[in-house]
């Protein structure tokens, strides 16, 4: 009996090519699983797709509830924006399917998993990296990264070996997506200097077509995390949906910018991440409510690296614990409801109120009597800028004694 591989199975071309090209060249059986992040396909014409072009087995796996809430939610409570634009969406789901594949792996006893990552990108590193630290002895096999197959060579492979295609309109873009965004890449996508056609974009109408009306929704959190949507309580997954299609009738969620891969590459991308983008700006907002200045200091730069870790494929790698540890500690404190106002393209937070927060009116009023003692504030600045005045001092003597 050959052995076996567990390929994470998308559907696609390249993984569809995928199935062939390791029976071939491996010489093993395949059986392939698709892990459901969110990313809204039609999961059963997978699965007959896998088998009718020879998956030994496939295996489905209702992953978004695990997403949500063991995933995307810490990327919420850490204000996760990679190089502060990116909410990681796609990044945040490698680790879940990677781990997957190491399940399904054991289950069948399998010698090895595989994936569709090319050698360009950051996913391998997510994959790979994730897999090794579960389960070494696991071989890994990359089709795509070790092929080096042109786009019409893979096109003609398929063909000679009776591989469905996609539809004839040729797909000018690559895309992931899942319940926490997408993301657009290729075609007129890379140039950079170019606005990208209203056609990349799938989930957000364009902020001129959207709505006249500004709508307004509120966010509630507990420990950090959305709980509910304008005073309805929601299960994660359901929530992320809805607010979704809310903000993204509204041209909310669109993101372009320069990213810095791992592998050094610079690379143009292009997202959708409506609920991301407003979940965690009003969460950064709430935290300012409620946390002293010394806590969010200190906290914006575990975020950073937080964030740097996880884009990075470091998921497994002990920091992530130990940085999540300290972040869970601040969150026990981040409750409150926060009101943002969603109008062609733009959100803006307009409200926010907890019953833990710090802000106090009767200290910060500029309205009548307040506890405040406004004599003390002539002490503390005469302390607070004690060094400032010397070294002004200090500086006016040397410019008197320069020649
Ligand atoms: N640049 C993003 C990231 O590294 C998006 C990657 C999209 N991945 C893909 N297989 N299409 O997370």
Redesign the pocket.
């Known amino acids: 009996m050959p052995d076996k591989v567990v390929l994470a199975y998308s559907g696609g071309l390249d993984t569809s090519v995928a199935i062939k090209w390791i029976q071939e060249n491996y010489g093993v059986d395949v059986v392939t699983l698709t892990v459901d992040v969110g990313q809204q396909e039609d999961l059963q014409a997978i699965e007959a797709k896998a088998k009718a072009i020879g998956a030994l087995n496939h295996y489905f796996i209702d992953a978004k509830k695990e997403f949500a809430e063991l995933y995307v939610f810490k990327g919420v409570k850490a204000n996760a924006f990679?190089q502060g634009k990116?909410p990681?969406?796609?990044?945040l789901a490698?680790p879940l399917i990677a781990s997957k594949l190491v399940e399904i792996a054991e289950k069948e006893s399998a010698v090895g998993v595989a994936h569709?990552?090319?050698g360009k990108?950051?996913?391998q590193i997510?994959f790979d990296l994730t897999i090794k630290a579960l389960a070494p002895h696991l071989k890994i096999v990359a089709p795509i990264r070790e092929w080096k197959m042109t786009r019409d060579s893979e096109i003609e492979y398929a063909r000679s070996k009776g591989i469905p295609m996609p539809p004839e309109r040729k797909k000018i873009y690559?895309?992931?997506q899942n319940l926490w965004g997408r993301?657009v890449?290729c075609g007129p996508l890379e140039d950079p200097s170019v606005e990208p056609p209203d056609d990349a974009f799938e989930w957000t109408t364009a902020p001129e077509k959207a709505p006249d009306r500004a709508e307004y929704v509120s966010i509630t959190f507990e420990d950090g995390v959305p709980t509910a949507l304008n005073g309805e309580v929601l299960p994660a997954v359901e929530l992320f949906e809805s607010l979704n299609a809310l903000a993204g009738k509204h041209g909310v969620g669109r993101i372009d910018h320069m990213?810095d891969?791992?592998v050094g590459i610079k690379?143009r991308?292009v997202?959708e991440c409506p609920a991301a983008q407003v979940i965690i700006e009003a969460h950064k907002d709430l935290e300012k409510a409620v946390l002293t200045r010394h806590e969010l200091g200190f906290k914006a730069r575990v975020d950073e690296e937080w964030t740097f870790l996880v884009?990075a494929g470091l998921w497994m790698d002990p920091l992530r614990e130990a940085l999540d540890a300290f972040i869970d500690k601040t969150q026990e404190r981040v409750c409150g409801v926060v009101r943002v106002k969603l109008y062609k393209g733009g959100l803006h937070v307009v409200g926010r109120s907890s019953p833990l927060t710090l802000y106090d009116l009767n200290l910060a009023t500029y309205e009548g009597d307040t506890t405040f003692d406004q004599t003390l504030a002539e002490g503390f600045i005469e302390l607070w800028g004690l060094q400032t005045k010397a070294a002004n001092i200090v500086k006016r003597k040397m410019r008197r004694n320069e020649p």
């Open positions: 990679y990116y990681l969406s796609t990044a490698r569709g990552c090319t990108g950051n996913d997510r690559s895309t992931d993301s890449e990213e891969r791992i690379s991308e997202y884009y």
